[in-house]
T-cell receptor, first 118, second 114 residues
Framework: QQQVKQSPQSLIVQKGGISIINCAYENTAFDYFPWYQQFPGKGPALLIAIRPDVSEKKEGRFTISFNKSAKQFSLHIMDSQPGDSATYFCAASIGVWRNNNAGNMLTFGGGTRLMVKP | EPEVTQTPSHQVTQMGQEVILRCVPISNHLYFYWYRQILGQKVEFLVSFYNNEISEKSEIFDDQFSVERPDGSNFTLKIRSTKLEDSAMYFC????????????FGQGTRLTVV
């Protein structure tokens, strides 16, 4: 029930196209959904995140769409560029906004390796 | 831009040996984490640390693992007796808020157990 399932595992997109990566979860207690970008040899870097009280969040070319009833969320990369080629991970966390001192773990999806062709 | 730094970048150790992985979190962050990523697999949570104690740990984080913040700046992960299956990339992360929100990850330490 803690799993976050991510698809596709790999994605090839032409420059200028839209990259779409999907994630699904089971645990309705998740209340924070970030996306991380990871380049080879580097650690994951936070890209954009959403809370379940909004259905969409946009930052530049990156948009998260969130469907609470379907327990799904997706990352859209508009006007994809070769520099976007990386591995993308969705993640989820529980109880982030509760008022206590415990740190909460991020549960990551399996990752999507994106290649944007010039 | 402040960043999480990890040392060493690569560590090779013999099975059964102890290793200590070191991290310097971002200075005003209060929550600290260790994650690992076995080659080609997803990132997995190991442990979170707040106010000088473990706040949450996964089933991976067994008695062979321990964490410490010895001097107020470093945050270490110790593996007492390494196994072959401990070979992975280990990431330290820190955040100002709970729940890994806006967690910043280090570049990782690649641990190879031979």
């Amino acid at each position: 029930q803690q799993q976050v399932k991510q698809s596709p595992q790999s994605l090839i997109v032409q420059k200028g196209g839209i990259s779409i990566i999907n994630c699904a979860y089971e645990n309705t207690a998740f209340d924070y959904f970030p996306w991380y970008q990871q380049f080879p040899g580097k650690g994951p870097a936070l890209l954009i995140a959403i809370r379940p009280d909004v259905s969409e969040k946009k930052e530049g070319r990156f948009t998260i769409s969130f469907n609470k009833s379907a327990k799904q969320f997706s990352l859209h990369i508009m006007d994809s560029q070769p520099g976007d080629s990386a591995t993308y991970f969705c993640a989820a966390s529980i109880g982030v906004w509760r008022n206590n001192n415990a740190g909460n773990m991020l549960t990551f999806g399996g990752g999507t390796r994106l290649m944007v062709k010039p | 831009e402040p960043e999480v730094t990890q040392t060493p970048s690569h560590q090779v150790t013999q099975m059964g040996q102890e290793v200590i992985l070191r991290c310097v979190p971002i200075s005003n962050h209060l929550y600290f984490y260790w994650y690992r990523q076995i080659l080609g697999q997803k990132v997995e949570f190991l442990v979170s640390f707040y106010n000088n104690e473990i706040s949450e740990k996964s089933e991976i984080f067994d008695d062979q693992f321990s964490v410490e913040r010895p001097d107020g700046s470093n945050f270490t992960l110790k593996i007492r007796s390494t196994k072959l299956e401990d070979s992975a990339m280990y990431f330290c992360a820190s955040s100002t808020h709970r729940g890994g929100t806006e967690a910043f990850f280090g570049q990782g330490t690649r641990l190879t157990v031979v």
